[in-house]
């Protein structure tokens, strides 16, 4: 049987990685072929290729650091896990240097492809407070 809080917390961590590096490729590598990303107040993003592209926008405009904790998971069987995770955010702009520090909180649900590996199926998040420094 599998350990959901285990899954979550591993991808926790790669997330954290591919964000703080600013790497689109390995944020994109993250998610299922099939996937859908939901950003807030956005239209969803189908697949790697999408989710990745929208990613390096935002990589284009600031440096990106962040780290996401696990707030909970839920075993749905051995190769489903719904999953919720906090993230603190810093971002500095290129264009001026504004540096903005904020708070999301993730829902994932992740699936155990068959090569073994787990994957974002659905990403949903909404940013609890925004701090301008």
């Not at 490729?25 to 239209?43: M, N, T």
């Not at 489903?80 to 971002?91: D, M, R």
Request: glycine share 4%.
């Amino acid at each position: 049987m599998i350990d959901a809080n285990e899954v979550l917390r591993v991808m926790c961590k790669k997330y954290s990685a591919a964000v703080s590096a600013n790497d689109s490729s390995a944020y994109g590598k993250l998610f299922a072929a099939d996937a859908i990303r939901i950003p807030p107040g956005s239209e969803p993003e189908h697949g790697p290729d999408e989710i990745l592209k929208s990613e390096q926008r935002d990589y284009d405009v600031a440096k990106w650091t962040c780290q996401s904790t696990l707030l909970n998971a839920l075993r749905i069987n051995d190769e489903w896990v719904y999953g919720i995770a906090e993230a603190n955010v810093n971002t500095v702009s290129y264009a001026d240097g504004t540096t903005n520090s904020f708070k999301v909180y993730k829902t994932w649900l992740l699936h155990r492809e068959d090569s073994g590996e787990w994957l974002i199926k659905r990403q949903m998040w909404n940013i609890s407070n925004t701090l301008e420094v």
